[in-house]
Structures are given as C-alpha cells and as structure tokens.
T-cell receptor
Framework: GQNIDQPTEMTATEGAIVQINCTYQ??????LFWYQQHAGEAPTFLSYNVLDGLEEKGRFSSFLSRSKGYSYLLLKELQMKDSASYLC??????????WGAGTKLIIKP | SQTIHQWPATLVQPVGSPLSLECTVEGTSNPNLYWYRQAAGRGLQLLFY??????ISSEVPQNLSASRPQDRQFILSSKKLLLSDSGFYLC?????????????FGAGSRLTVL
C-alpha cells in the first residue's frame, strides 16, 4: 500500500530552528509537496520538490532524497505565527496525491 | 488573479437530511476541481475530482455525490446524511491537464451531523 509518515506533533521555541520529517512509500513518484494549515483554515502551498536536494524559500527550506523516500521541512527563526499543522503529500505515478496526517507544530515563547 | 469560494462555512444537519456544498472558482478556465474530506488525525481524503464539465471521478464509495454543472462550479451533495459524514470538507482547484500541479484550497466547510 501507499504510506506517508510524519510525526504527529512537535514543539519548538520562538526564534529557534525545527525540522519536520516525512518518509514515504508510494507507487511511483512525481514530486513531494509541503502545505501549511492553521487551525480551522485551509491548507496553503509551501514547497514542491521533484529532484534531490534542498529548495530554499526565505525562512523555509525543503529537502528531498528520492532514494531514501525521505523529505524534511526546515523552519528557521521560528515565529509564533508558524504554529500550524504541516502536511506532506506525495504525487504517485498516476499523479494522485497521497497525504500524510500532518505534523502539528507548537511554538512556545 | 484566481480565487476560490466555498460555502457554507459551517453546517449542522440532522441524520438523514440532505446536503449541498458549493464551490466556485474565478479567474481561470477549465480547472481541475477536487473535493476532499479531512478527519482529525488523518490525512486528506480525496472524495471526487473533475477534469471538465460533467466529468466526475469518485475515489471513495459512499453516500456522497458530486456534480460539475458549469466549468468553474463544483457541488458536493448527499440525499441522506450519516453521522460518519461529519468532518471538514475542502474544495480545491489546480490548473487543467496532468502533471504535478499545485492545489489551491477553499476556506473549507465544517459539517456536523447530529
């Protein structure tokens, strides 16, 4: 079967760095997405990786290793507004998105 | 710019009553449209997707149905709601065609079935 694993919850301190991991097992691979979802709101797109390596966008970076079936989202200089759930999703060989359950990130002052 | 509207935002319905959630997209043509359900602690579950008017693909057999009467309108319906239909429903769109296209979500509809 197809599976996406990410930690259920993480806690970090304002101003610090946090890394959210995602491992996947899917039928084929056409890219990996990260979305941010604040409580009670819709997910919003953060990043897309299809080739191995690191993609940087301001305070957020996303890394992919296809051979290991692994990605991480790195958040630097954490702010209170970064408190949200972070969803990992993989597009399989049929271009269908397989979603992880999300990681709830709690930022403490 | 493109926008997506979804309503109602909140709905409380008795078991056995009908349901209609509506989603419209503006500023684009021939989008791919999606209905997802999100349950607490679980990943987004794709319910239906559509690549064109009248073209609906169902991913999960259940008592829900979807229709696309116009290019940028997507409707989720049920004739008789079940308790298990409670959840957070999200409409989304992406550019038409195949490929790894980014999804843009509506604000969501929270349905409580009592």
């Amino acid at each position: 079967g197809q599976n996406i694993d990410q930690p259920t919850e993480m806690t970090a301190t304002e101003g610090a760095i946090v890394q959210i991991n995602c491992t996947y097992q899917t039928s084929g691979f056409n890219g990996l997405f990260w979305y941010q979802q604040h409580a009670g709101e819709a997910p919003t797109f953060l990043s897309y990786n299809v080739l191995d390596g690191l993609e940087e966008k301001g305070r957020f970076s996303s890394f992919l290793s296809r051979s290991k079936g692994y990605s991480y989202l790195l958040l630097k200089e954490l702010q209170m507004k970064d408190s949200a759930s972070y969803l990992c999703a993989v597009m399989d060989s049929n271009y269908q998105l397989i979603w992880g359950a999300g990681t709830k990130l709690i930022i403490k002052p | 710019s493109q926008t997506i509207h979804q309503w109602p935002a909140t709905l409380v319905q008795p078991v056995g009553s009908p349901l209609s959630l509506e989603c419209t997209v503006e500023g684009t043509s021939n989008p791919n449209l999606y209905w997802y359900r999100q349950a607490a602690g679980r990943g987004l579950q794709l319910l239906f997707y559509s690549v064109g008017i009248g073209q609906i693909s169902s991913e999960v057999p259940q008592n829900l149905s979807a229709s696309r009467p116009q290019d940028r309108q997507f409707i989720l319906s049920s004739k008789k709601l079940l308790l298990s239909d409670s959840g957070f429903y999200l409409c989304a769109w992406s550019t038409g065609g195949s490929g790894a296209n980014v999804l843009t979500f509506g604000a969501g509809s929270r349905l409580t079935v009592l």
